[in-house]
Nanobody, 122 residues
Framework: QVQLVESGGGLVQAGGSLTLSCVPS????????MAWFRQPPGKQRELVAG???????SYADSVKGRFTISRDNAKNMLYLEMNSLKPEETAVYYC????????????????WGQGTQVTVSS
């Protein structure tokens, strides 16, 4: 079972920045879509940002202008640059991938990472 491996989470003060990275545990067919989701404590998992193999991106309204998603198709690597972080963005952040188009619902994604904790202190 291929898994995605996230890194880069940690503790940061409000207004700070973090960059998350994601890489598959083994080579997989180039995913059509790679995405970052997050799940705050006691809440549902939500799409933060996604990017297709062609470079089309989609962001949650709450992160537009502050977060940037990018991918390296040759390496199947995915990144999320997060700036001006807010305490309410404390969550476990998950990398996900699917072979088809970008969907906002997590149920459409076939491959998942274990998650990386991001904690934003006030």
């Amino acid at each position: 079972q291929v898994q995605l491996v996230e890194s880069g989470g940690g503790l940061v003060q409000a207004g700070g920045s973090l960059t998350l990275s994601c890489v598959p545990s083994e080579r997989i067919a180039t995913p059509g879509t790679m995405a970052w989701f997050r799940q705050p404590p006691g809440k549902q998992r939500e799409l933060v940002a996604g990017v297709t193999s062609g470079g089309t991106t989609s962001y949650a309204d709450s992160v537009k202008g502050r977060f940037t998603i990018s991918r390296d198709n040759a390496k199947n690597m995915l990144y999320l640059e997060m700036n001006s972080l807010k305490p309410e963005e404390t969550a476990v952040y998950y990398c996900a991938a699917r072979l088809g188009d970008l969907y906002r619902s997590s149920s459409f994604y076939n491959y998942w990472g274990q998650g990386t904790q991001v904690t934003v202190s006030s």
